[in-house]
């Protein structure tokens, strides 16, 4: 669980200091996957930073219940005089407890695909190329919350591909807090939604209420400039999220056999089941809404993950289906 009470955070400029955050008070809940919706400007990567605890608030706290990961698409933390091999080892050092330190810096070498860059001083890196590292070192420990700055959105096509769906496996077995303009990845991974506007943070339980309070402040905006909003500009606005969710989907689903899907499907089947059995157990102790809430949203998130398997195996089963030869075609 990560409680943030009282939270206040502005920059300091000769522009003057507009609070960039102002009196933030959330609860996020121990295995709910979080997406921080907003403009630009409202402070996501600010309370992001926060989170991990990379930045320091001006007034309030956070405490963190668990071990949280520093913002996956950000790669400011690296040392540049020092090499790719040596920030991996530095970072395996402190973070890595028990695992080797050398399995580590091979995995992360073996993900990022930089080549003998890896050991080039890191000052020479594209940022491109800090981000591809960066991803593949935040990939190689287990946390409890991953947090996630627009982080699938590096490299070239093949690369994203390899990304989402190494970053889905790990949301499976953890949850996140991200940051992200493709909708579709937000409805995918993540069940509930904060919605900051004007420093303020708003709670979802639902992720798509996030995304419509969203909505409902750029049209506003649009508005204001004298810019139409009709039903066609909501219409295009939804075939282009549509859009975005179907390429994130393909981009994990291209290399996926029948066979890893079937055992998906039953793992996700095995997961539902313990979550329902647990949020069914939490009902019947009469737990307050409060104390109930996590056992819920977890028992969703697990029926939403049977769902998707069971949808990507159908689809699986359908192309089969339609590769095969018609009656009077030739299989050449």
Request: contains cysteine.
């Amino acid at each position: 669980m990560i409680e943030i009470r009282n939270l206040y955070k502005r920059y300091h400029n000769h522009h003057g200091s507009d609070w960039v955050l102002r009196d933030i008070n959330l609860t996020i809940p121990k295995g709910v996957s979080v997406g921080l919706v907003g403009r630009n400007g409202a402070g996501k990567s600010t309370l992001l930073r926060l989170i991990a605890g990379m930045d320091m608030p001006e007034r309030g706290s956070i405490h963190r219940g668990c071990r949280v990961s520093w913002p996956i698409g950000l790669s400011g933390g690296f040392q540049g005089s020092m090499t790719g091999r040596q920030n991996v080892k530095f970072v395996a050092r402190v973070h890595g407890g028990r695992q080797n330190v050398q399995d580590i810096i091979e995995r992360v070498q073996a993900f990022a695909e930089i080549g003998e860059a890896f050991d080039e001083p890191i000052k020479t890196y594209s940022s491109g190329m800090r981000a591809r590292l960066n991803f593949g070192l935040s990939l190689a420990f287990d946390f409890d919350v991953y947090l996630s700055d627009e982080a699938t959105s590096v490299g070239d096509r093949a690369f994203r591909a390899k990304a989402s769906k190494a970053f889905k496996d790990k949301v499976g077995k953890a949850s996140v807090i991200m940051v992200s303009h493709g909708e579709g990845m937000l409805k995918q991974l993540c069940q509930a939604g904060i919605y900051l506007r004007d420093g303020r943070a708003t709670w979802y339980d639902d992720i798509n209420g996030a995304i419509e309070a969203y909505h409902a402040e750029t049209d506003e905006v649009r508005k204001k400039r004298g810019e139409q909003v009709d039903s066609s500009t909501s219409a295009m606005a939804h075939k282009q999220s549509q859009h975005a969710e179907e390429q994130f989907a393909s981009s994990t689903e291209q290399r996926e056999t029948r066979e890893e899907l079937e055992q998906l499907v039953v793992r996700c089947q095995a997961d539902f089941k313990v979550a329902k059995a647990a949020f069914e157990h939490a009902k019947s102790m009469e737990l307050v809404e409060a104390d109930l809430k996590p056992y819920r949203l977890k028992c969703r998130k697990a029926h939403n993950r049977l769902r998707e398997a069971k949808r990507r195996l159908g689809n699986s089963k359908s192309k089969d289906i339609g590769a095969e030869p018609q009656p009077g075609e030739s299989a050449s």
